[in-house]
Nanobody
């Protein structure tokens, strides 16, 4: 599966952005999906994941209550709604596809190309 992320940009603290990740395959609906991020000088970290059906989500404590993941299997797309953005959310955001464990750990996933999110204070 090929993944194309979009929607990043520059936003002021407290603002919102919605990221999208479109998949190339009709088998998209069989994958669990997730978002990771990597800030300059830091390791890539898990942000949020959603099960293939959309019924189960997992969110990192650092973004809980502010970020929401969703998916539209008819459009082969997942979304990351980011509200209440903080300067520490600045990073390149990557979408990922895989099984349940893979999208929680980042191991064995297929990665999208990343989209830059910059939050100014």
């Amino acid at each position: 599966v090929q993944l194309q992320a979009s929607g990043g940009g520059l936003v002021q603290a407290g603002g919102s952005l919605r990221l999208s990740c479109a998949a190339s395959e009709r088998t998209f609906s069989s994958y669990d999906m997730g978002w990771f991020r990597q800030a300059p000088g830091k390791e890539r970290e898990f942000v949020v994941a959603v099960s293939w059906s959309g019924s189960i989500t997992k969110t990192a404590d650092s973004v809980k209550g502010r970020f929401v993941i969703s998916r539209d299997n008819a459009k082969n797309t997942i979304y990351l709604q980011m509200n209440g953005l903080k300067p520490e959310d600045t990073a390149v955001y990557y979408c990922a596809a895989g099984n349940r464990r893979a999208v929680l750990t980042g191991q064995g996933v297929k990665w999208g190309q990343g989209t830059q999110v910059t939050v100014s204070s």
